[in-house]
């Protein structure tokens, strides 16, 4: 079993829509969990971190983790062509080596 | 407030070559990590330095790979003799903390090496 499993999509999405992107994971060692954006042949982007069971929100963007189902849920809001990228999740315990999963393709259509 | 810095941006090299990757972290970072991203393929870990030092090379193939990060100048990941299987991209990211706090890393975009 991976540490890390993501979906990889593809998804597409009409403008406007909710996107509910997801990892699972098996360490519970896992403490601080990542989302990273990464557009097509460019480096990921770090969007938003969180270190505790619940919700985070940044603008469009909300952060779910449950720890107790080890998963994690990145949402997004009123979505936009400019968001079609590849979102990787990424999660670490308490050190600096980050586990990423594959990444989610996503493609938001005008 | 630059980004995390990488260069060259593309690079090919015959089987055999050498590269070497160049990454300047982020202004008042200190703690540089490397990663690698194989096709079809998360990104990995490969190595964490901070300056003059290599805090953990765990990631890194045992053999012809190295890294350094020196008081002057970008860290640099060099691969000796590249193989076909040494295809990749290579990012570099920074954090402004390191050991247990480093979890905030700032990603640079990356090296695509190319072995012919």
């Known amino acids: 079993q991976k540490e890390v499993e993501q979906d990889p999509g593809p998804l597409s999405v009409p403008e406007g829509a909710i996107v509910s992107l997801n990892c699972t994971y098996s360490?519970?060692?896992?403490?601080?969990f990542m989302w990273y954006r990464q557009y097509s042949r460019k480096g990921p982007e770090l969007l938003m971190y969180?270190?505790?069971?619940g919700n985070k929100e940044d603008g469009r963007f909300t952060a779910q983790v449950d720890k107790s189902s080890k998963y994690i849920s990145l949402f997004i809001r009123d979505s936009q062509p400019s968001d079609s990228a590849t979102y990787l999740c990424?999660?670490?315990?308490?050190?600096?080596?980050?586990?990423f999963g594959k990444g989610t393709l996503l493609t938001v259509n005008p | 407030n630059a980004g995390v810095m990488q260069n060259p941006r593309h690079l090919v090299r015959r089987r055999g070559q050498e590269a070497r990757l160049r990454c300047s972290p982020m202004?008042?970072?200190?703690?540089v990590y490397w990663y690698r991203q194989l096709p079809e393929e998360g990104l990995k870990f490969m190595v964490y330095?901070?300056?003059?030092?290599?805090?953990?090379e765990s990631g890194m193939p045992k053999e012809r790979f190295s890294a350094e990060f020196p008081k002057e100048g970008p860290s640099i990941l060099r691969i000796q003799q590249v193989v076909r299987g040494d295809s990749a991209a290579y990012f570099c990211?920074?954090?402004?903390?390191?050991?247990?706090?480093?979890?905030?890393?700032?990603f640079g975009p990356g090296t695509r090496l190319t072995v012919t």
């Open positions: 360490n519970s060692a896992f403490q601080y």
């Open positions: 990424a999660m670490t315990g308490s050190n600096y080596k980050l586990t």
């Open positions: 202004k008042g970072h200190s703690h």
């Open positions: 969180t270190y505790s069971s």
């Open positions: 990211a920074s954090s402004p903390r390191g050991a247990g706090l480093s979890y905030e890393q700032y």
């Open positions: 330095l901070q300056k003059e030092n290599i805090i953990d």
